[in-house]
């Protein structure tokens, strides 16, 4: 690995201190070094927060005090994502670094949010690309609202060996150990809603909160949870609505279930399909949803992998057998008759106690 690439990486991994609290925004970090040596660093807690360029920059004038305004004029500047160049809740960070007169700028993505920083300030040398892969992947959710109009997608998927993910009777609780549990209450935490459907409520009624991570529950926000309940038929009574997060139901007809201060109807044309697109681009442009994770049962995953719009499936497999007549996380015969298999990459493989946990890609 290059000197270059080693700075990046520091910024990335700086970068991702804001995994529970940067969104919208992006999670950004910032390395700047002199004669190759870091003299400062910083990165993006929340929005309305110095963007890291800045809190990097002022970490240097608090490292070097009066020397900094010379030696920043042969420092270089490394940080995963293209300096904003507009004001939004805080100034362009572009316009700091060119008062400052740093020398180069390294980024690893470019912001198609923004102005591209090299036509506002030409003057500045620029190398962009530097670990762009990773920096895709921590930022995939802020690329795909950006890019794509929607969330990034991750499917949960607690299931056996043989691939049930509840028992005929359409209990699933609990397949996978405490530590695949508390692994999906971080997977909450780090997520911006969470999309389920009327058959999980019914059957599990769960809270979908992140409440058992290990992390300080203060230290981060709790996703909204989103609900298709195209035929109306919950009653506002299930636990999906309780107090402690808020909560999106998407519906077709006039709603019996009230607004209320955690409780929203979402504003969507009728459309007795309801179609799961909609949605989805809804919560990207209403909700400014960066990575929605999704814990429902075989009705909405297959829907979703139909449509094409899961980009990774999240499955803990536990060493049990649920055997004849278990419930599958996908209707395949379905699914296969419009697709053909679908292939996964596998692009990370864990063990957590005596589950495995795969992350995988569908190659449609
Ligand atoms: N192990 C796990 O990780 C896990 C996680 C979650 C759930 N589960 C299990 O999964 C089972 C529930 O499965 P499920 O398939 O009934 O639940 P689901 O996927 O949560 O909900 C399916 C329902 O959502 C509604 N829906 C709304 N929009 C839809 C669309 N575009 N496409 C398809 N359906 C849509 C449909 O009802 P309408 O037609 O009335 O709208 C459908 O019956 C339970 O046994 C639960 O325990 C297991």
């Not at 300096?83 to 390294?106: E, H, L, M, R, W």
């Not at 609505?241 to 979402?266: C, D, G, P, W, Y």
């Not at 179609?275 to 909405?300: H, Q, R, S, T």
Request: one cysteine or more.
């Amino acid at each position: 690995m290059t000197s270059k690439e080693e700075h990046m990486l520091r910024a990335l991994k700086l970068a991702k201190k804001g995994l529970f609290t940067a969104s919208p925004n992006p999670m950004v970090g910032c390395v700047i070094t002199h004669d190759n040596k870091v003299i400062g660093q910083g990165w993006h807690k929340s929005p309305g927060e110095n963007h890291a360029e800045i809190n990097a920059l002022n970490d240097v004038i608090k490292n070097l005090g009066k020397k900094s305004k010379e030696i920043l004029k042969e420092s270089e500047l490394f940080v995963n994502l293209e300096p904003c160049t507009t004001f939004g809740k805080t100034p362009p960070c572009a316009d700091s670094i060119n008062d400052c007169q740093i020398k180069k700028v390294y980024f690893s993505n470019e912001d198609k949010a923004q102005k591209e920083f090299s036509k506002v300030y030409p003057e500045i040398k620029v190398e962009t690309g530097l670990l762009s892969e990773e920096g895709r992947r921590l930022n995939r959710g802020f690329f795909s609202r950006i890019e794509k109009g929607r969330p990034y997608i991750s499917c949960k998927v607690a299931s056996a060996l043989d691939g049930g993910i509840a028992l005929p009777s359409g209990i699933s609780k609990w397949i996978t150990s405490v530590d695949s549990r508390k692994d999906v209450h971080k997977m909450r935490a780090s997520s911006d809603a969470i999309l389920t459907g009327t058959g999980t409520v019914l059957k599990d009624n769960p809270q979908l909160t992140s409440r058992d991570s290990g992390l300080d529950v203060d230290s981060f926000s709790q996703p909204l949870r989103v609900i298709v309940d195209r035929n109306n038929i919950l009653t506002g009574e299930e636990k999906i609505f309780s107090s402690n997060a808020r909560t999106i139901l998407f519906r077709n007809v006039e709603s019996e279930i009230q607004e209320k201060n955690n409780v929203e109807i979402a504003k969507l044309p009728a459309n007795p399909s309801l179609p799961l697109d909609e949605v989805v681009k809804y919560l990207a442009e209403e909700k400014l949803i960066n990575n929605l994770m999704v814990e429902a049962g075989a009705g909405i995953i297959s829907s979703l992998l139909k449509e094409q719009l899961i980009d990774e499936i999240i499955q803990y497999k536990a060493p049990k057998l649920l055997g004849e007549n278990r419930k599958s996380f996908t209707n395949l015969d379905v699914a296969i008759e419009k697709l053909g298999t679908i292939e996964l990459s596998v692009i990370d493989i864990e063990e957590l106690g005596d589950d495995i946990k795969y992350s995988l890609i569908p190659n449609y």
